[in-house]
């Protein structure tokens, strides 16, 4: 009888993430967020924010062994990892809660319901479906307004940061998707892409009219909305392309955003 070959990975593929896209929807809020109120809590739900999304990946491969039923090197190994940064995101959060205003656990809580579902995806392999993508990248779109309200910023710019990242997430999700599909031969529905980067576009025009969200954050959102929608329009690119593309859109949302809210723009 043939034994089942025992998978392995290497050290570095359990340790350091592999989704590029995962590294901007992770770093852009803390980037804003830190530019906008700058403190030691900041910093502190920065770590705990990038010690998650470390998590992530050998949670999930953990997981995945365990719900298989099998327990191989690599799954003690994965765990020992999932541990490691848990703790490095615990210790972040500690540093927030002991050297920052308190205010900021509203949005953790808020954000708590997504990061569940986002978990549950991943620990059922589906995290790269539309939802379980969407409510991660949502999900970290909260680190934003933890950061400023923990400096004791403005409440109501500090929430529509966080609109700002959950339309740039929607628009890029859905535009990223799209590439992907159109890559492998797969129908896409052109319409519902462009509908969905005309309800991003709307939602912050009347955030910015009604003094929620920045304007400069709503024309970062167009101006990604305007490429998505261009490109589908060309013939398909590759994976790389959409990937650095969509990375140079979530630092000019941020770093836009982050300019706006200082400026009153």
Aim: no cysteine; glycine share 12%; charged share 10%.
């Amino acid at each position: 009888m043939a034994t089942r070959p025992v998978p392995t990975a290497t050290l570095k593929s359990l340790a350091v993430p592999n989704e590029h896209g995962g590294w901007g929807f992770t770093l852009e809020p803390v980037i804003l967020g830190l530019l906008v109120a700058p403190s030691a809590a900041g910093w502190g739900l920065g770590l705990m924010a990038l010690a998650s999304f470390f998590a992530r990946h050998p949670t999930k491969l953990a997981a995945g062994d365990l719900r298989r039923g099998h327990v191989y090197p690599r799954t003690r190994l994965a765990l020992f990892f999932a541990l490691l940064y848990g703790g490095l995101a615990l210790a972040g959060l500690l540093l927030a809660w002991y050297a920052g205003d308190r205010a900021f656990v509203a949005p953790l809580l808020a954000a708590l319901p997504l990061v569940v579902v986002q978990v549950v995806y991943d620990a059922l392999g589906k995290g790269r479906t539309l939802i379980g993508e969407l409510s991660g990248s949502l999900a970290m779109g909260g680190v934003a307004t933890a950061i400023i309200l923990a400096a004791g910023g403005d409440a109501r710019l500090a929430w529509g940061a966080w609109l700002v990242l959950a339309m740039r997430g929607l628009v890029a999700i859905r535009y990223a998707r799209a590439q992907v599909r159109r890559a492998y031969g797969k129908p896409v529905s052109k319409i519902s892409t462009f509908a969905t980067a005309v309800l991003g576009v709307f939602v912050l025009f009347l955030g910015a009219v009604w003094g929620v969200s920045p304007w400069l954050g709503m024309w970062a959102v167009l101006a990604l909305a305007v490429y998505a929608v261009y490109m589908l329009e060309r013939p398909p690119v590759t994976a790389r392309h959409v990937g650095w593309s969509q990375m140079f859109f979530g630092w000019l949302v941020a770093l836009l955003t982050a300019l706006g809210i200082r400026t009153g723009w």
